[in-house]
């Protein structure tokens, strides 16, 4: 409901955005990251050590007549919810076209992959080495569940996934950030009063 009330205002007409899922998720992930340092680090296998970063460079994998690239949103826990609109078009247009440069597709400390536009309803997700982890995002459905009250209503249902390597990140964390992301995206309103 967020989303298509922001989506529909003045403010992201103004400025020419159509905001899809993405950036929400974008913020929620990075809060989770935050919460939960480990799934923001990169194993350096040389070294035999974990490098935790302490920026922000999320990857969102998307599909290019070259195959699969993932272009980086650079500081993402920076951008406002349009800011991350406006990017993750920028960067995902310049690797479906083939004009990408270098640095807007190395160097994400966590990626993004989502099938929600091919449907699906749960995939396991590559890891984007050096990274230690990587969310997948699957098609948005209405479902029928139940609300509080025992009713049976329709709800949007999305379901996510997190691929994580265990060398580096225990599943119990893993299954910590995830819920994270959950609990944030499952009331967007959380994310802007609780500053993320």
């Known amino acids: 409901r967020l989303r298509s009330r922001v989506s529909g205002s003045s403010a992201a007409e103004a400025q020419g955005i159509k905001l899809s899922y993405l950036p929400f998720i974008v913020k929620a992930v990075v809060a989770g990251l935050k919460k939960y340092p480990m799934m923001n680090a990169t194993l350096d296998d040389a070294a035999g050590e974990i490098v935790f970063k302490r920026y922000y460079h999320v990857g969102v994998a998307t599909a290019t007549e070259q195959g699969l690239m993932v272009p980086v949103v650079r500081h993402a826990d920076r951008l406002s919810i349009f800011d991350l609109s406006r990017e993750i078009d920028r960067v995902s247009a310049a690797a479906r076209t083939g004009k990408a440069r270098r640095e807007e597709v190395t160097g994400s400390t966590f990626t993004i992959s989502s ?14 080495y050096p990274e230690v982890a990587i969310l997948g995002v699957h098609k948005i459905k ?3 569940v ?26 119990y964390e893993g299954a910590l950030f995830l819920q994270e992301v959950v609990r944030l995206l499952g009331d967007p309103a959380m994310m802007m009063l609780e500053g993320v």
């Open 142 to 144: 209405r479902t029928p």
């Open 115 to 128: 099938l929600g536009v091919l449907g699906g309803v749960l995939a396991t997700p590559i890891i984007n």
């Open 146 to 171: 139940f609300d509080d009250a025992g009713h049976v209503v329709g709800r949007e249902i999305m379901n996510l996934s997190v691929s994580i390597d265990h060398r580096v990140v225990d599943g």
